[in-house]
């Protein structure tokens, strides 16, 4: 079974910092993806930031230049540093990795928990 479990949230001012961290464990074969989604109450799910294995990455434009994403590949773990936090980047923050488990040999998306942002005006 594989898992990805989140840390790093909570209660921020604006202006602030946090860093997220994501830790993929279990039968894997590779990770191709990994990246973090956030969703705000009331509000879709949508992308925040992700990096391939080979090291493209994709932001949305409401955190370019705030936000930055980065992987440890010897660890399966990704990171999410967040400068300049803003209230409306208030949200649960989830992990995300579009992986290949092994043990069987199959291909899986899979999800954290979760973790809550809060920034404070």
């Known amino acids: 079974q594989v898992q990805l479990v989140e840390s790093g949230g909570g209660l921020v001012q604006a202006g602030g910092s946090l860093t997220l961290s994501c830790a993929a464990s279990?039968?894997?074969?590779?990770?191709?993806?990994m990246g973090w989604y956030r969703q705000a109450p009331g509000k879709q799910r949508e992308l925040v930031a992700a990096k391939t294995s080979g090291g493209s990455t994709n932001y949305a434009d409401s955190v370019k230049g705030r936000f930055t994403i980065s992987r440890d590949n010897a660890k399966n773990t990704v990171y999410l540093q967040m400068n300049s936090l803003k209230p409306e980047d208030t949200a649960v923050y989830y992990c995300?990795?579009?992986?290949?488990?092994?043990?069987?040999?199959?291909?899986?998306?899979?999800w954290g928990q979760g973790t809550l942002v809060t920034v404070s005006s």
């Open positions: 279990g039968s894997i074969f590779e990770i191709n993806t």
């Open positions: 995300n990795a579009d992986l290949v488990a092994d043990r069987p040999y199959r291909s899986l998306e899979v």
